[in-house]
């Protein structure tokens, strides 16, 4: 059974940058694929990208291209979602999820609240 | 990117009733696309994975169907616990994307 603990919420200023932790357990960390995927007040869900821990490499929804950085930490099994220029519109709770069968997200974690004001 | 479409947005149903929600990708998907299941303040629940396989745990009344760019979430008789949001996601791509949910509210 995974285990995903996100950190805790985070106020940001306009312009700034946060990085969001989700630390994995109960697993083989490697192996896994770990989305993140955020969800504004009130809104869908929305993918931002994945990484794979066993190859380091990382790919991003276009959207996030250029200011979204996600890397993953196979000695503490912790995975991180940086997102810069920060803005108002990135409010948002930020999830990460691990890729289950068929690209389906069976484990999800927590949720930490982003909120970008001035 | 493929788009992702849900309908309906929203849904008011009683307890008992039978509710089918559809989903509708902008390209064929083959059978690459699951359901979840979202409450207010949760992270969301996977329901059904690859367009029909239901998730261990979940209820057997959840059932989905379709391939190619037409799908269906169908919940046989709906309790009190499934008023909800519901997502449908693709994972055909490289880039996966979510349908734009669907609140099912109590009549």
């Known amino acids: 059974q995974v285990q995903l603990v996100q950190s805790g919420a985070e106020v940001k200023k306009p312009g700034s940058s946060v990085k969001v932790s989700c630390k994995a357990s109960?697993?083989?960390?490697?192996?896994?694929?770990i989305s993140w995927v955020r969800q504004a007040p009130g809104q869908g869900l929305e993918w931002m990208g994945r990484i794979i821990p066993i190859l380091g490499i990382a790919n991003y929804a276009q959207k996030f291209q250029g200011r979204v950085t996600i890397t993953a930490d196979k000695s503490t099994s912790t995975a991180y979602m940086e997102l810069s220029s920060l803005r108002s519109e990135d409010t948002a709770v930020y999830y990460c999820?691990?890729?289950?069968?068929?690209?389906?997200?069976?484990?999800w974690g927590q949720g930490t609240l982003v909120t970008v004001s001035s | 990117d493929i788009q992702m479409t849900q309908s309906p947005s929203s849904l008011s149903a009683s307890v008992g009733d039978r509710v089918t929600i559809t989903c509708r990708a902008s390209?064929?998907?083959?059978?690459?696309l699951n359901w979840y299941q979202q409450k207010p303040g949760k992270a969301p629940k996977l329901l059904i994975y690859a367009a029909s396989s239901l998730q261990s745990g979940v209820p057997s009344r959840f059932s989905g169907s379709g391939s190619g760019t037409d799908f269906t979430l169908t919940i046989s008789s709906l309790q009190p616990e499934d008023f909800a949001t519901y997502y449908c996601q693709q994972s055909y791509s490289t880039s996966c994307s979510f349908g734009q949910g669907t609140k099912l509210e109590i009549k």
């Open positions: 390209q064929s998907i083959s059978s690459y």
């Open positions: 109960g697993g083989t960390f490697s192996s896994y694929t």
């Open positions: 999820a691990v890729a289950g069968k068929e690209g389906s997200f069976d484990y």
